[in-house]
Structures are given as C-alpha cells and as structure tokens.
C-alpha cells in the first residue's frame, strides 16, 4: 500500500531548520558566538571573507568540548543547557535549542576544533554533506569553529543573499551587539583580512561606546540607572543633539541578551519627547537585569525578541531613568573640554549642559595660544560685561514686546560670550573663545517659555491675562466636542472660554505668557492637534502638546529686530533653562562654527 505521507530525511530536516536559524551570513556568526559566550569565552576572534559566504571563523578561549559532547553538538535537539520542561523558564544561556550547529553544518563544508582543560588532545570534527568524521587533533584550550561555503548546496536561499558590502555590515552589526552584551570578553572581527572591529574586553562600557558611537560621540554617554524590586537598569545615552535617522543606534540588553522590544524602544523615545525633532531617534545602551522567570526568550525563532512578564514596571523605569539622565548635572571632566574644542558643533553644548560648565578663558586649547587672533578676541571677552554694540546698527522695525523671561537661575551653559548683532532680524550673533555662537530667537525664546510654564504648572495654573474685548470662536462640530471635553485643561492653561450660542464660544481670558499676541490661533492650534492627534495618553499629553503651542505663540518670531539688552537677555537665560540645546519641537537653539572651522574654510 503506498502512501503520500513521508518521513523526511534527517539531512533535509537540517536543511530547513536551518532556513529558521541561518537566514544569512550573520545570523550563523552570531549562532557561534553565543556559543562561545555560554562556554565562558574571555576573548573571540571572529574572521570572514566574502560577506561570510566564503568563510566564518569563530576561535575562543572557553571551556571546550569533550570528544562525546562534541560528536552531540552536532545533532539537532542537542544541548547542555535545557534538562527539563521547567527549564525553560529559567533559560540564563544564549543558545540553548540545540539546533544552530547541525543547521550551519547542513549548508556548509563544516569543521569544529575543540578540547577542555582536562584532555592533552583536542577532537577535530568534519561534517560535509552529511557525512561526518572525527579524530583526534592538536588543538588550544577551546573552540574553533570553520564555515566554508555556506549555503553552497542550497542555491536557492544563496541566490537571495545581498551584497557582499551589505553582508560584512551585517555582520559588523552582530560583532557589535554581542560585544555590548558582554563588555568584559575581547573581540575581534577580521573581515576579508581587515580588523574592522575591536574590543579590550576590560568591562569598561566607557570605552565600548567609543567603539560604537565614534571617538567624538562616543564621549557624550550620559549615565543612566535605576533599580526597582528585582529589576536593574543600567546604561548610556547620547544627547538630543546627536540624534539619528534611524532606531538602529538604540541598543536594548535584557539578562545579556540583545534583543528588541517595541515597549522599550518607545518608553526610550518617550523620554526624549519634545526634545528630538520628527523622524530622529536617540542614541542609547539600555542593559537591564531580572530574574529570569520574568523574561520569555521563546516568542521568536531566533531569540531576537522577548516578553516581560512586568512589562508596565519595566517600561517606566526606563522612562524615568531617562528623564531623569536628561536633566541631570555631570561633573566636570578635563575630557568634555577637549571634545568641544575638538568637535566644535552644538552637540557639544549639551555635554557642557550637563555640567553646567562655563568654560574660562584660561581654557583655550594648546593650539590656539599661538594666535594673534585668538588673544584679540580673548582681550575683547574680558570686557563682556560692558559690550559693545555693532559698528552699524540696522533700521529697527516695531519693537518686540520683551519677552517673559524667568529670572537668571545658575551658571550658564555658555562660555563668555558678547553679542555682536542680529542677521535677517531672526539670528542673534555672539562672538567667544571658542569662535561663532549663533541664536535662533525663535526657538531659544520657544525653549525659556515652554520650561517656565512647566514649572509654573507643577505649583499652580498658568496666569491669565483677560483680555479688554472678547474674542469670538466659531467652532466645528468636532472642534466644539474637544473644547468642551478637555476644557478644564484649557482653564489650567490659561484660557477664559465661556459658551455664547451654538458651536460659538468667548474667549474672555488668555494666558499671560502670550501678552499681545492672539490667544484665537492658540486656542485653534491646540484643537487641531487633538483633532488631528488625539490625546495620546490623556490630559497629560493634551498639556504638554498646547504648552508646546503656547511657547510657539509667545516667542519671538523671526524677522524681528531686538535691542542689544534683550538679545544679551534671552541668551542669558537660554544658558541656565534646562534642555537649551533644542526648541519643544526638538530643533536646535544654537550652534557654534569653532575656530577650528573658520580655519579650515579659509585654508589656514
């Protein structure tokens, strides 16, 4: 009696689970090294050619294998790190499905050089084309595992592999991420006979960020920590201003393990809101520590994301601990110093920020103490208190109202500074040691006026200022609903609104903030934004999105011509309100062209 169902052969049952484990390149490397992780490896040597299609080399300084465990590596199902179904609730491994070896071994010519401290001779391990052999070998303390050809006998999945430059970033990537899992293992990558990637493996994360982020940003991390219940976070993240295109600059380690977690990822960009502008993300290392029955490592196939069984505690311990590194003060550092002179861009502002530093004029670097130049505009600063106003003053429009600004609070962010004038009436210009410091009026006066409303918010509502004749508001029928449902909102903000016929309201009163300006195009903004929006987590958020508004309304707008006070004023403030380096929005409210920069423009 014949039959169509059939039982598949154990190679082609490799074959497919390998299309699970090893859809490219870098997912097999990273199969490997997480074994040499779970085998106690201190230092990983990761070598490939041609985008590792050509070759994967893993070599590391673990415990090893006997020659009975080695033979069982490569049997699917095979593992030492699960005994029991309970297990599988308290998995602290990387790998433990015992299905990465037999897989890469099914699509590859395959070799394993293994042997522990307790054998004089290694066993070398062959598997090509289902046929496997083994014998004894000279061999390290260790494990050294070979991959030639990979998928030379499924041309199917090696039609669909990218470019060989795509490959090696791939696998660049993996080199990374595993690093930042384990900061005191060295690793190495060589790709194609090139280092491309090196760790001390000193467990300084310090030094990793410099690896990961560059020499320049790598020196921005802000620590951040927090430990609650059973729960330890721990990590660096990069200032507003070094924000990114993209998410892949967030890195998220759970119990060691990199993984991704959209509740995580968003509770991280959540604490950067009003800080980063649309489409820019932060720059982070996020590690966190919990029991393991809390974590779920099962719900992908290749272990790249996990559930939290206390998602919600998780979640606002990041939060907060973001927050919380945001706004609070470093200490001094000789380093931070040089990196500003060094970068001479407005990221740089933040790291001083931090500090609350006031670089002196005593701390101009080695390079510049030789220039004539230099010493001129050092001479000039030291008369900062008394300056000077420019040679030509422009024809000056209507004044600006002054604006409402908070009382000077602490140190400046900025250096010694003297304003030199205004460009296009919309850019405040201010000369300094360390070059050119140029204003955006509009946004600076955003930021003072957005943070002083939110610490007037934490003790009461804002001030109203009522208005002499009342405004009438002639509402959609959607926009009526939303006033009505979120008007004890608006009240705290401010706004006086009474009902006067249908879809029709008076605005009576408007926040003093604004002072002459129309409170009508703030009312409709803010109900556009819900409209449009929503509430996006409730009244909280209705608050923060009409502050945002508020500030906008109230700032000084562009093409406005200020007197010299008031630009010495509104940079002064800037300098001692919290998150200066970016408007609500998350658009920046300085950047400095460094001398450094004039140089290079004019061939120096």
């Given amino acids: 009696?014949?039959?169509?169902?059939?039982?598949?052969?154990?190679?082609?049952?490799?074959?497919?689970?390998?299309?699970?484990?090893?859809?490219?390149?870098?997912?097999?490397?990273?199969?490997?090294?997480?074994?040499?992780?779970?085998?106690?490896?201190?230092?990983?040597?990761?070598?490939?050619?041609?985008?590792?299609?050509?070759?994967?080399?893993?070599?590391?300084?673990?415990?090893?294998?006997?020659?009975?465990?080695?033979?069982?590596?490569?049997?699917?199902?095979?593992?030492?790190?699960?005994?029991?179904?309970?297990?599988?609730?308290?998995?602290g491994t990387l790998g433990f499905r015992g299905e990465a070896l037999p897989s890469i071994a099914a699509v590859s010519h395959f070799t394993l050089l293994t042997r522990t401290s307790a054998e004089e001779a290694g066993t070398l391990l062959t598997l090509e084309a289902g046929n496997k052999t083994h014998q004894e070998s000279a061999a390290p303390l260790g494990t050294t595992v070979t991959v030639r050809d990979l998928f030379y006998n499924t041309p199917a999945r090696l039609k669909f592999m990218r470019s060989e430059r795509s490959e090696n970033m791939a696998i660049l990537k993996v080199a990374e991420h595993l690093a930042l899992t384990a900061p005191q293992v060295a690793f190495e990558l060589v790709q194609d006979h090139r280092r491309t990637f090196y760790t001390p493996g000193n467990a300084k994360m310090e030094e990793l960020l410099?690896?990961?982020?560059?020499?320049?940003?790598?020196?921005?991390?802000?620590?951040?920590?927090?430990?609650?219940?059973?729960?330890?976070?721990?990590?660096?993240?990069?200032?507003?201003?070094?924000?990114?295109?993209?998410?892949s600059h967030c890195h998220l380690i759970i119990n060691n393990r990199y993984v991704q977690s959209r509740s995580l990822q968003h509770a991280l960009e959540e604490g950067f809101r009003h800080l980063?502008?649309?489409?820019?993300?932060?720059?982070?290392?996020?590690?966190?520590?919990?029991?393991?029955?809390?974590?779920?490592?099962?719900?992908?196939?290749?272990?790249?994301?996990?559930?939290?069984?206390?998602?919600?505690?998780?979640?606002?311990?990041?939060?907060?601990?973001?927050?919380?590194?945001?706004?609070?003060?470093?200490?001094?550092?000789?380093?931070?110093?040089?990196?500003?002179?060094?970068?001479?861009?407005?990221?740089?502002?933040?790291?001083?920020?931090?500090?609350?530093?006031?670089?002196?004029?005593?701390?101009?670097?080695?390079?510049?103490?030789?220039?004539?130049?230099?010493?001129?505009?050092?001479?000039?600063?030291?008369?900062?208190?008394?300056?000077?106003?420019?040679g030509v003053t422009p024809p000056l429009a209507k004044p600006h109202p002054s604006p409402s600004l908070p009382e000077s609070r602490g140190e400046s962010i900025f250096p010694p500074l003297r304003i030199i004038s205004q460009l296009a009436g919309t850019f405040i210009l201010a000369q300094s040691s360390r070059g050119w410091f140029i204003f955006d009026q509009h946004a600076a006066h955003e930021r003072i006026l957005y943070q002083e409303m939110v610490k007037n918010l934490e003790q009461e509502a804002l001030a109203t200022q009522l208005l002499l004749h009342p405004v009438t508001l002639s509402l959609t029928g959607e926009e009526e609903h939303l006033l009505e449902e979120y008007q004890e909102q608006l009240v705290k903000l401010g706004f006086t609104l009474e009902p006067f016929g249908e879809r029709t309201f008076l605005l009576r009163g408007i926040p003093h903030i604004l002072g002459d300006q129309s409170g009508k195009e703030a009312?409709?903004?803010?109900?556009?934004?819900?409209?449009?929006?929503?509430?996006?987590?409730?009244?909280?958020?209705?608050?923060?999105?009409?502050?945002?508004?508020?500030?906008?309304?109230?700032?000084?707008?562009?093409?406005?011509?200020?007197?010299?006070?008031?630009?010495?004023?509104?940079?002064?403030?800037?300098?001692?309100?919290?998150y200066a380096t970016t408007c609500p929005h998350g658009r920046p409210t300085h950047r400095l062209i460094s001398l450094e920069e004039l140089d290079k423009w004019f061939l120096r």
């Fill in 1 to 91: 009696m014949t039959t169509t169902i059939q039982v598949l052969s154990d190679d082609l049952i490799n074959k497919i689970a390998a299309g699970e484990v090893v859809e490219r390149p870098a997912a097999a490397l990273k199969e490997i090294v997480e074994n040499a992780l779970d085998a106690g490896a201190t230092h990983i040597q990761m070598q490939t050619e041609g985008g590792g299609l050509h070759l994967i080399q893993v070599r590391d300084n673990g415990c090893g294998m006997s020659p009975a465990d080695a033979l069982l590596a490569v049997q699917r199902h095979a593992t030492s790190k699960i005994r029991q179904l309970a297990d599988l609730e308290q998995i």
């Fill in 210 to 247: 410099l690896s990961l982020w560059g020499p320049e940003e790598g020196r921005l991390g802000i620590p951040i920590a927090a430990t609650k219940d059973e729960v330890t976070l721990t990590g660096y993240i990069a200032p507003p201003t070094a924000a990114k295109g993209t998410r």
């Fill in 276 to 390: 980063l502008p649309v489409k820019r993300y932060p720059m982070a290392v996020i590690s966190l520590t919990l029991p393991h029955h809390m974590v779920d490592v099962n719900v992908h196939p290749t272990k790249a994301e996990v559930q939290l069984h206390n998602e919600r505690l998780v979640y606002q311990m990041l939060l907060e601990a973001v927050r919380q590194g945001l706004t609070t003060p470093l200490p001094p550092s000789s380093s931070q110093h040089t990196v500003v002179a060094e970068q001479g861009s407005a990221a740089l502002s933040w790291r001083g920020e931090q500090a609350q530093l006031a670089t002196s004029l005593g701390e101009l670097p080695s390079s510049f103490t030789g220039s004539t130049a230099r010493k001129n505009i050092s001479s000039d600063l030291a008369q900062v208190a008394s300056p000077v106003s420019p």
């Fill in 523 to 578: 009312v409709q903004d803010i109900l556009a934004t819900l409209a449009e929006e929503g509430s996006s987590g409730g009244p909280l958020s209705l608050v923060e999105k009409a502050l945002i508004s508020l500030s906008c309304h109230g700032a000084i707008k562009a093409n406005t011509w200020l007197p010299m006070t008031q630009m010495e004023e509104l940079v002064q403030q800037l300098g001692t309100t919290p």
